[in-house]
């Protein structure tokens, strides 16, 4: 009888763990295999051998991935250097190709000569007055003391980038900018090697008998000289000359105007332009970009997820976003506007295509990425008149990425632009 009962509740119990099983919806094995981070990578099988090394820095062998973004270390003669995101270090690689270019014209004679003549004199007290300002006033007496005073020129400033008036009326400042352009740089970078550099440079040109041409004749016969800087898409020289010509002041000026006729209302354009983690260049190139697409609807979609950027890297990577989305609607083909799906600014072409441009570097099947699909596509699925979704990326996935999203409807293509970009950084960081 004891036995029977055993038999009995043994059935019972298997019945109904087949039942709660079977209640249970059929899911792919590998969408609860999640991968774990950090993701551990070579440098020298992601970044083209080239980069790897220079005159002043090295990257270190090992990138730390959080399944989209790789943090990189460098060894510089500036000392240790983190970079996170590619499109960041990009950028950083290519402004100390530049400083090393900087640091040879510094080493010549035209240089020598015009630092001899520029630490003569008042602009030399005017530059000191700049830089330490209590200091230099102290020093230098009653005389040329009251003459500085009498200009009256504040030095203390709430933002980080309009520049010291006093530097703005001696004319370096309009210098540095044309010097940064000239070596294809950042003014307003938050490199200080690179500032410092710059500084120096624009203080000895305003004084001393070193003219930007000049500085740039005598490149010319160093060996690599300087680089042409090319660009994804046709704006993005003439955004460069902006960021030359015009004060930040001016440029966000421009910029809003830019904003308002893209129908930006005016209080998301203020939480925009006034989001510190943007410097003016940045900014500006942003802005241009989503400005040449002169077609396409609701860009504002694209500068409401813009105003979410918390850091420089996140500033960065959006307007690396802006520049590949021109390049795709130039080069690739038009796009009708832009919606907005969780938090990301995508794509819609006419056919009812979606198309999603990320910079990720290296991306991998993640619990955060996953929650992130889920509220993409749930979105798209909201939205009449989708038919289909791609997912663009600069970097690459892990292929067990690429099948999930593959069987969750995704178009993928991998390395986007990879030809074009490697072929600008092959041009800016040439020895």
């Known amino acids: 009888m004891l036995g029977n009962l055993r038999n009995y509740l043994f059935i019972f119990f298997l019945v109904l763990f087949a039942c709660v099983i079977g209640m249970q919806p059929l899911r792919p094995a590998f969408s609860q295999d999640f991968q774990r981070t950090p993701i551990y990578l070579r440098a020298s099988e992601v970044i083209p051998s080239q980069w790897l090394k220079g005159h002043n820095y090295m990257v270190r062998e090992k990138i730390t991935n959080d399944g989209v973004v790789s943090t990189y270390e460098l060894e510089t003669v500036y000392g240790p250097l983190i970079v996170e995101s590619t499109v960041l270090l990009l950028k950083r690689l290519h402004e100390l190709r530049a400083l090393h270019k900087m640091e040879v014209l510094q080493e010549g004679d035209v240089f020598t000569d015009a630092a001899k003549e520029a630490a003569m004199g008042t602009f030399y007290t005017a530059k000191n007055l700049v830089i330490d300002p209590v200091r230099t006033m102290s020093e230098v007496g009653n005389g040329i003391g009251r003459f500085f005073k009498r200009l009256n020129f504040g030095t203390a400033n709430d933002d980080p980038y309009r520049a010291n008036a006093l530097a703005s009326a001696l004319g370096q400042v309009a210098v540095k900018r044309e010097l940064a352009y000239n070596f294809g740089v950042d003014p307003y970078s938050s490199y200080s090697p690179l500032q410092e550099t710059l500084d120096s440079l624009a203080w000895t040109a305003v004084r001393g008998s070193l003219t930007v041409k000049t500085a740039f004749s005598v490149l010319a016969f160093i060996p690599g000289g300087i680089a042409v800087v090319a660009s994804l898409t046709s704006s993005a020289d003439s955004l460069r000359s902006l960021v030359r010509d015009k004060t930040p002041l001016e440029l966000q000026e421009i910029n809003a105007r830019k904003l308002a ?70 080069k690739v083909e038009p796009i009708r506007g832009f919606i907005k799906a969780g938090n990301l600014p995508l794509l819609e072409k006419a056919d009812g295509t979606v198309v999603a441009i990320m910079p990720y570097d290296y991306l991998a099947w993640t619990q955060r990425f996953a929650n992130m699909e889920r509220d993409v596509s749930d979105t798209l699925r909201r939205i009449s008149g989708i038919r289909e979704k791609e997912l663009l990326t600069v970097g690459v996935m892990e292929p067990k990425t690429r099948n999930i999203l593959e069987a969750k409807g995704w178009k993928i293509r991998e390395r986007f632009a990879e030809a074009t970009i490697q072929e600008i950084m092959a041009k800016n960081m040439k020895e």
């Open 261 to 330: 006729e893209m129908g930006v209302s005016d209080s998301i354009a203020k939480i925009f332009l006034g989001n510190s983690s943007y410097n003016p260049s940045e900014q500006t190139l942003l802005v241009g970009e989503l400005a040449s697409m002169k077609s396409a609807k609701d860009r504002v979609m694209f500068i409401i997820a813009a105003c979410y950027a918390k850091n420089e890297q996140m500033a960065v990577s959006m307007r690396a976003m802006a520049q590949i989305m021109s390049f795709y609607n130039e």
